[in-house]
T-cell receptor
């Protein structure tokens, strides 16, 4: 059981480029959550997805950010035209169902640096 | 607005000391509270608390929830250098976690 796999671990992008962050949930988990951690801040919820569905995107910035969790393959968090303020650690968590009683398992995160 | 406040924000102790980390919350439709330990990688799960007054224990770590006063504490006894980490408190609300800023614990030898 490989756990929640995120890649890349580190990503450097120039301002204006696109960043694509990937998350493969634990085997048997069909619910994925993305969180962002800014320096000196706690983790902030971004989006909650189930296979092929966005359940809650209330934490996503309105522009430039999108997320998907296709039927096959990993969940992708996409940031278009990155700016310096997007520099942060992005964590993915997965759960077998949407109920917290089964817990949330986090990946090791992708650290995005925008230069 | 939902709020989770942890204190202190940072703490430096010596090996062998006992520490108490605090987490207070204001969340509508509270379901449960979770504690995580974050080193330089994935936050790892410590405890989930749903009922008041019932202590959860794992080795030197223990935690309890007070739903009337809206807070939880995490205790670590006989601290070791390996306990150095950021401890995160989070409340579950509608399927997502609302996190505090964390308490950075440093345990010196």
């Amino acid at each position: 059981n490989a756990g929640v796999m995120q890649n890349p671990r580190h990503l450097v992008r120039r301002r204006g480029q696109e960043a694509r962050l990937r998350c493969s949930p634990m085997k048997g988990h069909s619910h994925v959550y993305w969180y962002r951690q800014l320096p000196e801040e706690g983790l902030k919820f971004m989006v909650y997805l189930q296979k092929e569905n966005i359940i809650d995107e209330s934490g996503m910035p309105k522009e430039r950010f999108s997320a998907e969790f296709p039927k096959e393959g990993p969940s992708i968090l996409r940031i278009q035209q990155v700016v310096r303020g997007d520099s942060a650690a992005y964590f993915c968590a997965s759960s077998p169902t949407g109920q917290e009683i089964y817990g949330y398992t986090f990946g090791s995160g992708t650290r995005l640096t925008v230069v | 607005e939902d709020k989770v406040v942890q204190s202190p924000l940072s703490l430096v102790v010596h090996e062998g000391d006992t520490v108490t980390l605090n987490c207070s919350y204001e969340v509508t439709n509270f379901r449960s509270l979770l504690w995580y330990k974050q080193e330089k990688k994935a936050p790892t799960f410590l405890f989930m608390l749903t009922s008041s007054g019932i202590e959860k224990k794992s080795g030197r770590l223990s935690s309890i929830l007070d739903k009337k006063e809206l807070f939880s504490i995490l205790n670590i006894t006989a601290t070791q250098t390996g306990d150095s980490a950021i401890y995160l408190c989070a409340v579950v609300r509608e399927g997502k976690l609302v996190f505090g800023k964390g308490t950075k614990l440093t345990v010196n030898p």
